[in-house]
């Protein structure tokens, strides 16, 4: 009787378990597939995007959003279904890339009262790198200054020995001035997403590590700085 009993015990922990199995790996599934139906609708409206006048033109090129956007999602889609990386290094001329980030948020910054100014003084400056990688993490620094620093951000760039160091300044709160949109403000937060985790700082310290480089923020009087420091490519690292 008590052998039958310990008999039964067990068949029922052994039932329990695998009830709870089935539960977690049924929920894992779901979760899979809600994952991928949200990717799926992301993807139609970067579609549309896409197709507007610089696909009509011919004038694409990596460093648009859409580009960008369209990296993400491989990530994305890697991330849940699995796949290879995919990691494109070349040499790349810097100033550019910091061009276009700051014209990238010129506008967002407007939304929020402020303004961005790029100084550069690092020369013809050449990095070897993932373009798409250090267009994503420039981006992360100067929307993380626009979102929790102040109206005035700089972006400066200048040469350290034989490393590009990229600096992402700004005011602080209290310095902010000019009027916020309200309205193009609520529609970022939205798309932006309203709990911040600290994502984009991140990004900013993978890529850094990926490409031999150094990452550091700190808050100081007034705002906070983000220096994010690059080695120059070989055969540039002595240009004038």
Do not use: Y
Request: glycine share 10%.
């Amino acid at each position: 009787m008590i052998e039958a009993a310990q008999a039964f015990g067990g068949w029922l922990l052994a039932a329990s378990l695998a009830a709870a199995i089935v539960a977690v790996v049924v929920r894992a599934w779901r979760r899979r597939v809600a994952l991928n139906e949200a990717l799926h609708e992301l993807r139609r409206p970067l579609q549309a995007i896409a197709l507007g006048p610089a696909f009509a033109t011919g004038s694409i090129s990596t460093q648009t959003p859409v580009q960008l956007a369209a990296a993400a999602l491989e990530r994305l889609e890697r991330e849940i279904n699995g796949g290879p990386v995919r990691l494109e290094r070349d040499r790349l001329a810097a100033r550019p890339l910091l061009e276009d980030a700051v014209a990238r948020w010129a506008a967002r910054a407007r939304l929020e009262g402020g303004s961005i100014a790029l100084r550069w003084r690092a020369g013809d400056a050449v990095i070897a790198g993932d373009r798409v990688g250090l267009a994503q993490a420039l981006d992360n620094l100067i929307v993380n200054a626009i979102e929790h620093g102040g109206s005035s951000i700089s972006v400066e760039a200048d040469r350290r020995g034989e490393r590009l160091a990229i600096r992402v300044s700004d005011s602080g709160q209290a310095g902010r001035q000019g009027e916020r949109s309200p309205e193009g403000a609520e529609l970022f937060a939205r798309i932006a997403g309203r709990r911040r985790r600290g994502h984009g700082m991140s990004v900013v310290r993978r890529t850094a590590v990926a490409h031999r480089g150094t990452f550091i923020f700190r808050r100081c009087a007034g705002g906070s700085q983000a220096v994010l420091e690059l080695p120059l490519a070989i055969g540039a690292r002595h240009a004038a």
